[in-house]
């Protein structure tokens, strides 16, 4: 194969007059519609001074173009770097100047501000969303045929920016052969089909939507309804002309608020999946008593992409995120990476084409999570019963996740602690009805200063996307530590965690 990724994702699709997006708004792109528009969105990457191998960042509204981009930047060679629309002008330039990316790609609406974090790295800068921009415009006067770039399977694919311990983003190096055996994997295992119609509410941005979605559709040659975003009005409107669902819990739990969301509605339906936060047991138990479905719970991480399922035909067991993949190994470890005893609880460790090349250009970050025996260590607690299944009991690492956005508490507190009058803080997780989990800030003030709340919300709202910000604060005289002067962040869960 010329190009592993473009050939068996978009290639095949040339000039089929078969339905990809279905849009709620209106109107289908076919197959062919699809790619010819890759086609046009490379050659006008191209006209930015793209390059094969370049980044190319890409902070755009969820639109049938910025799915196209993806397949643009396969067919060119280029590393598509997908951002959360959320993200504030300050989060970007972390982004666009550690990548290297050679190319922004922005909202139109925020295009003053956005070229001007693409200037400060130098990098080009190009506008578009639903209604169009100027790299839309300069596809639409583009060539339909594009000669596609060779690359080989190891050749990287994507970046995947994931927060970290330390509040420093790193850059998840995923290269073709990750992409393409993911998806192969789950197209098999959960069985989709040509005939396939997926209810596609979930952001582009990150790894549930973008790649274990329109991958797996994509490799099936079935289509999606391309929703915006989720709104549970569409979904009811869709669902009896889909026949599979991916979400996060909140969608499930969302449909279950609502009373229209009844048997009926999923008679046409033959799976629905979820990941990337822990689903409640309850949730999975009212899901069954309401429609008969038993969701099937998957695990994964951006560094990965999918581990672990539970069966398609086969017990789909609540509160387990299932068995590992077929061509994943899975070991529940102590802390050098020796194997614990079934039933044991450990850091959960995988191996296998799904997991990533590392972060860019931190080898010693990389070294720190990827073992020499080619594991990586996910930082998850998990354990396995004796037929394989595997429940997530905790987290190692110290990680929010809030409607299936991932929250780095120490992202934010290097925020807090910078203000005004705070002489340190702490965040944790709260539990919260509708989103699984929110943040909630502890200040310590300066012996003797009043904190200004309004000042430090107001910094916090300039540096940080809404959904990281503490929908909470409190203020103490000091944190709980241990004798080795460690937050108890236990203790604080404790104290305000209900
Ligand atoms: C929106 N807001 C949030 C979140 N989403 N706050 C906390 N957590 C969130 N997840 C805030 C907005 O900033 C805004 O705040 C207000 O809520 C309303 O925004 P809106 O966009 O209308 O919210 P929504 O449509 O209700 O969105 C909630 C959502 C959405 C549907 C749960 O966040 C979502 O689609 N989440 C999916 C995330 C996802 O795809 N994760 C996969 C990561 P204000 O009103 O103050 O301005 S990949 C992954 O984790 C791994 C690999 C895996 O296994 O999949
Ligand atoms: P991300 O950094 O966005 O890739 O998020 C990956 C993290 O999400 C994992 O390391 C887990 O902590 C969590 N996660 C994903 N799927 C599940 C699941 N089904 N159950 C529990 N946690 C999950």
């Known amino acids: 194969m010329n190009n592993p990724l473009y050939d068996t994702m978009f290639a095949p699709y040339a000039g089929k007059d078969t339905p990809f997006l ?241 048997h009926s509605l999923t008679v046409n339906m033959r799976l629905f999946i979820s990941g990337s936060a822990p689903l409640l047991a309850d949730t999975h138990v009212a899901f069954e008593e309401r429609t008969g479905h038993r969701i099937l719970e998957r695990y994964g991480m951006t560094e990965t992409n999918m581990n672990t399922s539970n069966p398609y035909e086969g017990e789909r067991r609540a509160g387990t995120v299932g068995l590992p993949l077929p061509d994943v190994a899975l070991r529940v470890a102590d802390g050098d990476g020796t194997e614990l005893a079934r039933g044991e609880t450990g850091v959960v460790e995988v191996r296998g084409p799904n997991v990533f090349q590392g972060y860019w250009n931190m080898p010693e970050k990389t070294k720190e999570e990827l073992r020499e025996d080619g594991f990586f260590i996910t930082g998850d607690l998990g354990v396995q019963d004796e037929e394989g299944y595997v429940t997530i009991v905790g987290r190692g690492k110290d990680l929010i996740i809030s409607g299936g956005y991932n929250i780095y508490p120490k992202e934010l507190e290097l925020v807090l602690d910078a203000q005004v009058g705070v002489l340190e803080s702490a965040v944790i997780g709260i539990p919260h009805d509708d989103l699984g989990e929110v943040p909630l800030a502890v200040l310590v003030p300066e012996a003797g200063v009043q904190i200004d709340l309004e000042a430090v919300k107001a910094a916090v709202n300039e540096a940080l996307a809404r959904f990281k910000q503490p929908r909470e604060y409190r203020v103490l005289d000091g944190l709980p530590r241990n004798t080795m002067g460690k937050v108890q962040k236990v203790a604080l869960r404790e104290e305000f965690g209900t």
Request: glycine residues 8%.
């Open 22 to 262: 279905q849009l709620p708004e209106g109107g289908v792109i076919t197959h062919a519609e699809f790619v010819n528009r890759a086609a046009q969105l490379a050659h006008a990457l191209e006209r930015y001074g793209v390059n094969t191998g370049d980044r190319v960042a890409v902070q755009v509204e969820k639109c049938p173009d910025m799915l196209a981009l993806y397949a643009a930047c396969a067919q060119l060679g280029a590393i598509f770097l997908p951002l959360n629309t959320a993200y504030k002008a300050a989060e970007l330039a972390y982004f666009v100047g550690d990548s290297g990316a050679a190319l922004l790609v922005g909202d139109p609406a925020r295009a003053d501000e956005l070229d001007a974090v693409a200037k400060a790295s130098g990098a080009a800068f190009a506008t578009l969303d639903a209604a169009g921009g100027t790299l839309s415009d300069s596809a639409d006067n583009q060539s339909q045929t594009f000669e596609t770039v060779k690359r080989s399977e190891d050749d990287l694919a994507a970046f995947l920016y994931t927060s970290g311990t330390t509040g420093r983003s790193k850059g998840a190096m995923l290269s073709q052969k990750n992409l393409i055996s993911n998806a192969a994997t789950l197209k098999k295992l959960w069985q989709f089909t040509r005939d396939d119609v997926l209810l596609h509410a979930l952001p582009i941005f990150h790894t549930h939507g973008l790649f274990v979605a329109t991958n797996v559709m994509l490799m099936a040659g079935g289509s999606m309804v391309f929703m915006p975003k989720l709104d549970i009005d569409q979904m009811i409107e869709w669902m009896p002309r889909a026949t599979a669902m991916m979400g996060v819990p909140t969608f499930y739990t969302r449909l279950l608020d609502d009373v229209r969301f009844d």
